[in-house]
């Protein structure tokens, strides 16, 4: 079981490593094709926020944020494989605020070919994050830990 358990996060992990991977190459090229998506969907994220709640936020460098997201995703993942508990909270919360922002399906109408494909990339985010409320979920036992029975002493005949 324990092989199988760890084959699992890894294969489950891959889909992190390997676009932390690939985001990291596409980096050092002016941020690469996400920071594009990123700097607009944060730009409509900051405006909604601004509006509901009347003040002007501050300017966020893109760079420093995606940054950031690689370096979460590579050692969440790592974390993840070695079995941490932290490595699937690190993940949750990049799943968390990633892919309602880079997943903005809400903004298409129903008809255009972009909102197909964000809403199955957004689902897939959610379905990932399910799996990962499911690993945290079984990492915790649920009500009292059960006590190994007392062996009762037999009397001693005499």
Same mark, same amino acid.
């Given at each position: ?30 941020? !690469?094709?996400? =920071?594009?998506? %990123? ?6 994220? &900051?405006?909604?926020?601004?509006? #509901? /709640?009347? @003040? ?17 995703? !590579?050692?969440? =993942?790592?974390? %993840? ?6 490595? &699937?909270?690190?993940?949750?919360? #990049? /799943?968390? @605020? ?23 990339? %957004? ?36």
């Amino acid at each position: 079981m324990g092989f199988l358990s760890f084959a699992g996060r890894l294969l489950f992990t891959s889909v992190f490593l390997l676009t932390a991977w690939q985001e990291f190459n596409e980096f050092r090229v002016g941020g !690469g094709p996400i =920071a594009a998506v %990123f700097k607009h969907n944060t730009g409509l994220v &900051a405006a909604q926020i601004s509006s #509901h /709640l009347g @003040v002007q936020l501050p300017a966020i460098e893109i760079n420093h944020i995606l940054a950031t997201t690689i370096v979460l995703k !590579g050692i969440g =993942a790592i974390l %993840f494989i070695l079995g941490s508990p932290v490595g &699937a909270y690190i993940l949750l919360l #990049h /799943l968390a @605020v990633s892919t309602s922002i880079t997943h903005d399906f809400y903004n298409y109408n129903i008809g255009e070919p972009e909102f197909f494909r964000l809403l199955s990339e %957004f689902a897939q985010g959610v379905a990932l994050s399910g799996a990962l409320l499911i690993f945290l979920g079984m990492r915790r036992k649920p009500g009292p830990s059960r006590q190994p029975k007392k062996s009762v002493p037999k009397s001693k005949k005499s």
